[in-house]
Each structure stands twice: as structure tokens, then as C-alpha cells.
């Protein structure tokens, strides 16, 4: 069995179900949606600087009712193991944002504010690789949120300039118990911290024709304190308890750059790039050789298009396109190693708590409602919104109908991975995901 890291085309389709409250908000979930989140005008965090044209308090919740995911994975000299799950509420994908407008030039927002939860959550036969044997372990995992917080604000620094400041952080406290067949594999305890500064900026390069978006995340602190405990790591490897301490302070290792583009009154393109620094100076330990390695990370660059049709008044199309590579590299074996694509990411996967990489997806939709209404729309600000004067009559109308946008589409996601036998933990590994995201905004 001879795999390249790279997509395997060949491989048979499937989805895996990426359900988790906690592990979502450490991972990165890329999302369904029909507007660019650096340059359109919305009330999330994404670019701080996003509402800064908005006229009045605004809200935004978006959401995945259903989900269906499947996995497939095949470690070299064993079968094809397949996963399958079906969600009535995919809470990875639940997303909020709030903007208040005390003024026209100036506001605040809200994306979360997590209070002290604990979650617990069973899954059985997940295939664990150590020491180049595959074992089907049971795993019990208890998370617990200490804080969780993102706050931003935004300044209108002209009629065409809007400028942010965002700010998030969160503490969580996870717990691991793997056995197999009534034996205990590992204990592990993890402690993990994630803190962030960031910047942006919204100009309106030509009013009512071209948006430009960009975001800048200025500094990150991310912590890991992780200890595990597995008899199989005692005698020669000297002693079961391994442990790492870390922190990774980076700044500017992250910018978000987009646009917004209306080629006519009916037809509006939108686009985001994404561009992410990796720290190679992370270690973690491996499950697979038992040993602390440094990782195998790279830089990423991500790629989002949309298109949205207006197909009578108020009634949009929707159309997506997303691109995704992967930051972590195949590894290699060995203490001298680097950990790459391995047990912890193989684990996230089978069991729900996250998504493989690369990736790509596609998506469509139908919107009913106007955008959300920006200065533009009055006259106070630029020019007057060309054929959107229904949002300006929209404010004064009470009927909390009328002041609802309401979107609803599907979202198909693709994603294959080859390891191949000089890789950390080579094998071939499969993912689709079919989603239906829901998505609300008001302004009150």
C-alpha cells in the first residue's frame, strides 16, 4: 500500500457527523453562507469592523437543523472501517452575532459569551493505531468551559471608512478515559486556552458597486497543558505519565481579506480569502510512537466564492464555493519524527469532534428579505441605495416580519486524504458531509 497525502479521488464518498458543542469552539468550521465575511455588512465578529455601516441594532443567528456525515478510513493491513451519523441539530454549526448602534459613527457587538457549562459524551469503537496495532477503544470525554467570550466594536471613520477592534478568549478543561475490552489504554487531562486581538477595516471603495473587507488577527495565545497516562508507554519508555506545557504567542498570523461586488442591480459576487501562519514550534505528543514530536504544520491559504441572484424583489438565489487545505502535514515515525496527520486528528474525526482537510464544498440556497439596512440606504451617508429603497420603508414599519431576513440552503462538503507508509499513520481516509444551515437576521 503505497499513498500519496494528497486527495484520493478514487475513494469511495462518505460523511462523517460533526456534532460537538465544545470541541467547536476550538476548531475551525467553515460555514455556509452567501456573503463575504470581510467585506458584507453583517453583525458577526468575522471583521470586526463588519457593522460599522450599519444603521440600526442588528442581530444574526445561523444554524444547522439537519446533518448528515459519514467517515471512512482504512489503516495499512486492516479493512475499511465506516462511520456513519444522522443529526437532528448539528450544534458545531450554531452561530450568533449582535451589533448595537448607540450612534450613528460608533458600536458595539457580542459574538458569544459561553457561561461555565460541563458536557460529557460516550463513543465506542473508535479504531486507535499505538504502537502499529489497531485497537477499538471506547472513549469517554468530559469538557468543561471556564470562560468564553468575543466582543468587538467599530468606528465610522467617514462616509466610505469603517474601522474595528475585536477581542476573544476561552479556558477549557478536558478529560479522557480510553479503554479496550475492559482494559484501560490512557488517562488524559487537557487544559486549553485560546486568546485573541484583532483588527479590520470596511471601505466602500464605490458606493453601492464595490466592498472591500480586511481583518487582521494582531495577536494569539494559544496554551495546551496536556498530561496522558497509558501503561503501554511504562518500562523502557520511561514511565505511563507523559506530559507537555506550552504556549504559542504569534502575531499578525492571520488575515482575512474579501469583497463584495455588484455587477448589476440583480447580481451580486462575493469573495474571501483567508490566509493563516503556522508555528512550527508546536510539539504535541504522539499516540501512535508514544513519544512528544514537534508537528508537521504549514501555512494555509483558504478560498470562498458566492453568488447572489435576486430573482424577483425581496427573493434571492444562492450560490457557494469553498476551498480548504490542510495545515498538518503527513508526520513521519520515530522519536526524531514530526507529528502530522495522526491519532488526534483520526480520533476528532471518528468520533464527531472535527472535520478532514483538504476539503472543498458546494452550496445553494434561497434568501427572502432585504440585506440589512446600512447607512447607504438613508442619504446620510455615500450615495442613496439604488433600487433598495425598500429597506429605508422597512424601518418604519413595526411588523417584526417585516424586519427579518430568512435564508435556508444545503451544503455538500467533499474531502479524501492518502497517507502514505512514511507519514505518521498512513492510511486512506474519507469524508462528506450533507448539511442544511438556516440562517435569521433582524434589526431592532
Not at 503505497?2 to 476550538?26: E, H, N, V, W
Amino acid at each position: 500500500m503505497s499513498l500519496k497525502y494528497s486527495y484520493l479521488l478514487d475513494f469511495p464518498r462518505s460523511a462523517l457527523f460533526s456534532m460537538g458543542l465544545l470541541f467547536s469552539l476550538i476548531f475551525f468550521n467553515a460555514e455556509s453562507r452567501a456573503e463575504s465575511k470581510a467585506a458584507s455588512i453583517t453583525p458577526f465578529p468575522d471583521n470586526p469592523a463588519s457593522g460599522a455601516f450599519l444603521q440600526q441594532s442588528s442581530a444574526s443567528l445561523k444554524i444547522t437543523p439537519i446533518s448528515i456525515d459519514d467517515v471512512k478510513l482504512r489503516y495499512v493491513g486492516s479493512e475499511t472501517i465506516a462511520k456513519k451519523n444522522e443529526s437532528p441539530l448539528s450544534f458545531a454549526d450554531i452561530r450568533t452575532g449582535v451589533v448595537f448602534k448607540p450612534s450613528r459613527r460608533w458600536g458595539l457587538g457580542i459574538g458569544e459569551i459561553l457561561p461555565p457549562v460541563s458536557v460529557e459524551r460516550k463513543i465506542t469503537s473508535i479504531p486507535i493505531v499505538v504502537l502499529n496495532q489497531v485497537n477499538f477503544v471506547d472513549l469517554k470525554v468530559n469538557a468543561s468551559v471556564k470562560y468564553g467570550f468575543s466582543f468587538f466594536g467599530h468606528y465610522l471613520l467617514n462616509d466610505r471608512l469603517g474601522l474595528g477592534l475585536g477581542i476573544a478568549g476561552r479556558k477549557i478543561d478536558v478529560k479522557a478515559e480510553g479503554t479496550s475490552q475492559g482494559s484501560k489504554l490512557f488517562d488524559g487531562s487537557f487544559v486549553l486556552t485560546d486568546n485573541k486581538l484583532s483588527v479590520g477595516l470596511n471601505y466602500d471603495a464605490s458606493p453601492n458597486r464595490l466592498r472591500i473587507g480586511l481583518s487582521a488577527l494582531v495577536y494569539a495565545s494559544n496554551g495546551i497543558s496536556a498530561k496522558i497516562d497509558t501503561p503501554l508507554a511504562s518500562g523502557a519508555q520511561g514511565g505511563g505519565l507523559k506530559g507537555t506545557d506550552q504556549t504559542s504567542n504569534k502575531f499578525m498570523s492571520e488575515f482575512l481579506m474579501g469583497v463584495e461586488f455588484q455587477v448589476n442591480p440583480l447580481l451580486t459576487i462575493y469573495s474571501d480569502g483567508l490566509w493563516r501562519r503556522a508555528d512550527p514550534s508546536q510539539e504535541e505528543f504522539s499516540i501512535v510512537d508514544l513519544v512528544s514530536k514537534k508537528k508537521d504544520i504549514h501555512d494555509t491559504l483558504s478560498y470562498f466564492g458566492a453568488l447572489s441572484y435576486m430573482v424577483r424583489p425581496s427573493q434571492f438565489g444562492l450560490a457557494t464555493f469553498t476551498y480548504e487545505p490542510s495545515p498538518i502535514g503527513p508526520g513521519s515515525k520515530g522519536e526524531g519524527g514530526l507529528s502530522g496527520f495522526g491519532m488526534k486528528e483520526t480520533i476528532l474525526l471518528y468520533s464527531g469532534f472535527g472535520d478532514l482537510l483538504p476539503a472543498w464544498s458546494l452550496g445553494a440556497g434561497y434568501q427572502y428579505g432585504e440585506e440589512l439596512p446600512t447607512q447607504d440606504d438613508t442619504g446620510r451617508a455615500g450615495r442613496p441605495g439604488k433600487g433598495r429603497s425598500d429597506k429605508v420603508k422597512k424601518l418604519e414599519r413595526t411588523s417584526l416580519k417585516d424586519r427579518i431576513t430568512f435564508s435556508i440552503g444545503v451544503r455538500y462538503r467533499r474531502a479524501s486524504l492518502g497517507v502514505d507508509l512514511d507519514g505518521e499513520l498512513p492510511g486512506a481516509y474519507s469524508q462528506t458531509k450533507l448539511q442544511f444551515p438556516i440562517s435569521l437576521k433582524t434589526i431592532f
